[in-house]
């Protein structure tokens, strides 16, 4: 049974819905360890989570579809492309434990006439805003749009390593290991902005290395773009990491102004980030590090952000015109959370999910959210997952 037939049955088997995937024959890290018996700790956990859904979604149909659908996107993509749809299925779990205090909607689309003071409004879209969760509170409700937080340039990098491998195989019938010292700093926009457009340069200056046997090979671009390259033949591959949570957060600083087109005017906005160490080998969480990089992180979205009156379109291909200030985009996002998916290494409840909660203290368009306001909400078994919960009530500077 190939790793596909095998997601189609796990679809068949929880939900009672026949799904058809048309690539037979791909594979991906996440379906893979799903058709190995027994049963792995990660798939052990996916199918514990597809089947809480399914109890939790029996009764609304276009929801357990969606649901559905997703998995199928799983077998379906390329590489980490599986990370965006396996977000949505983490983020829905983990609201899903809190259900008896929150009614939870999914999927959620818009009419963008009813948002004319949105940042998607003012940008110029026309269709309807297509936001994948909705909480709804005593009195208020929480629309939330769910993204994977997934490493870019680690993914570019792979690519460029796999080629030169590939490379290294075929030419010189040789197996090596290439890896790059200290990413954890790296600017986004540069990676954004410029590292895409080097990866071909990128990789031939691998090749060269490997042709001429060298194990240490330094790159550097005109835009200030600087890399050390290592290859080993065949062994061990020790790289430089150096990794500070808060030169981190200071490299992330414009991420969420890539999120605006899911912003909204007269409800609270919250963007939801989940993290899985097999599309994201970035974070450690060793130390306390995850905590301080999603705090400080939030603090420069929050704080830092929301002192930035240039146009947005300066940091993000996202946006059409100059009157959208980066500024706005900050001081429309209600909170952030973030989630860490611990289901490769933890069966347990209370560490299957680690999550952290930042509201914004500048939000604009409401009364901005509060501790006070929204952690009741949260309270039952499942709260010992909520590793950290700020409102910056008094880090507000």
Not at 89 to 106: H, R, T
Not at 184 to 213: G, P
Not at 298 to 304: I, Q, W
Request: hydrophobic share 35%; aromatic share 14%; with cysteine.
């Amino acid at each position: 049974m190939t790793d596909v037939e095998n997601l189609e049955k796990i679809i068949r088997d929880i939900f009672g819905v026949r799904k058809i995937i048309k690539k037979r024959r791909n594979t991906n890290k996440c379906i893979q360890p799903l058709n190995i018996y027994p049963l792995n700790m990660f798939a052990f956990n996916f199918i514990n989570r597809l089947t809480r859904l399914n109890e939790k979604f029996k009764d609304n149909k276009d929801a357990l579809n969606t649901i559905c659908e997703r998995v199928k996107n799983l077998g379906e993509a390329k590489d980490s492309g599986w990370a965006g749809p396996y977000s949505e299925l983490v983020a829905l779990d983990f609201y899903s434990q809190f259900s008896e205090f929150l009614g939870i909607s999914y999927i959620n689309l818009l009419e963008i006439k009813r948002h004319k003071e949105s940042i998607p409004a003012k940008n110029g879209q026309k269709e309807k805003i297509d936001i994948d969760l909705c909480l709804s509170l005593k009195n208020e409700n929480l629309f939330t749009d769910v993204k994977s937080f997934n490493c870019v340039h680690q993914i570019i990098f792979d690519r460029i390593f796999e080629a030169v491998e590939n490379y290294a195989a075929k030419e010189f019938k040789k197996n090596i290991l290439i890896g790059v010292d200290n990413l954890s700093s790296l600017d986004y926009l540069d990676v954004k902005n410029s590292l895409v457009s080097k990866r071909h340069e990128i990789e031939r200056l691998l090749k060269n290395a490997v042709k001429k046997n060298q194990n240490f090979v330094s790159y550097f671009s005109d835009s200030g773009l600087a890399f050390n390259f290592r290859i080993s033949w065949p062994g061990e591959l020790l790289t430089v990491k150096d990794y500070s949570p808060f030169a981190m957060a200071q490299a992330y600083r414009y991420k969420f102004l890539d999120y605006g087109n899911k912003l909204v005017d007269n409800e609270y906005s919250l963007i939801t980030m989940v993290k899985n160490p097999w599309f994201n080998e970035e974070t450690v969480d060793f130390g306390n590090f995850n905590n301080m990089f999603y705090r400080s992180l939030s603090r420069r979205t929050f704080m830092e952000l929301a002192k930035n009156d240039f146009p947005a379109k300066d940091y993000s291909s996202a946006y059409k015109t100059e009157k959208i200030k980066v500024c706005d985009v900050s001081k429309s996002i209600a909170g952030i959370v973030f989630i860490d998916d611990n289901s490769v290494r933890s069966k347990y409840y209370k560490s299957l999910y680690s999550a952290y909660i930042y509201l914004n203290p500048n939000y604009k368009n409401k009364t901005p959210l509060s501790i006070r306001s929204i952690e009741k909400f949260f309270r039952n078994k499942y709260e010992v997952q909520i590793k950290d919960f700020d409102d910056f009530k008094w880090d507000n500077y």
